[in-house]
């Protein structure tokens, strides 16, 4: 099962470069998929789609021998293959931009955004964990009346159009606000400004760390917590003491989740703050203004250097739950 997804991955990647280097990549899998299995089926099957003429549906059929010749059930063998092409379905638009526009040759301002875009997601994530951690508590300890309502409410930013997020935002939170108006008085200021960047990267991606840390709080016996207090700890030190330490998975993947979705969001920001640009308003105003040719090496670049982020915050987690 593993060799048929790594196989169909090696042969699907290999489509964005076009016909010949697929054709080669494919003769050469299938010489390894030979030797593998010692069957000949996989090699005459691969080998009559690496010569295809159209590559990418005859490339695909070069899942077919490995299916033949798996012992999995035919469920498990259909699963997997469905599984490779929906890999190769995310990977393939990202491969082929790369291969289409490498990162580099973009404008200089597109460090600063990215900078910007990285302090308002990582000061949207802490800003989230102040609000969430005793907000999860109290769902995941306290039975009252309305819980299903406040549940659904903290939902609420996933399921509306972002651009009406962002409206909402700035109907409360712009100069004429009723919440920004008095705090604009005093010198805070959201409406194109990075303080209403940092207000809609947190609107859409607060739920992502309740949701998390309510589940965890949620799975934690709440006699751990009764014991520790038995022993001179206060409710405030129990919590920090014991049940942080068990939740910290929780905390890590939705700070991860969060922090990725105040990365990417557009929609909320443009209508509150266009300006101090971020990297996805600043792919816009590319576009907008200069086509989609002078788009794509900064659009290349942005996602490769989230992707290596993102990545990173994954390993990181990893070692964190596997410890």
Known sequence: MKFLLFYSLFVIITI???????????????IFAYFETRNYYVLFSSLIAAGGIIWLPLSVLALVPIFLVSKDEPFVKIATIIAALAVGFILFPVVYLFVS?????FPNQLYITLLTSIIAATLATIIGLFFALPLGYVLARKNFPGREFVDGVIDIPIVIPHTVAGIVLLLVFGTAGVI??????????????????????????????????RDGIGKVDERYELV?????????????TVVIPLIKRNILSGSINAWARAMSEFGAVIMIAFYPMIAPTYIYFLFTNYGLSTTLPATSFILLITLLIFVSL??????????
């Open 16 to 30: 964005p470069f076009g016909f010949i280097p697929t054709l080669i990549t494919t003769l050469i899998v299938s």
């Open 101 to 105: 526009a490498p990162p580099w040759g």
């Open 180 to 213: 920004g108006a008095p705090l604009e008085s005093i010198g805070l200021r959201f409406y194109y400004a990075l303080p209403g960047i940092i207000l809609a990267m947190l609107f859409v991606s607060i739920p992502f760390l309740i949701n998390q840390i």
């Open 228 to 240: 520790a207090m038995t022993l001179g700890a206060t409710r405030t030190k129990a919590f920090f």
């Open 314 to 323: 994954r390993v990181v987690f990893g070692r964190v739950k596997n410890a």
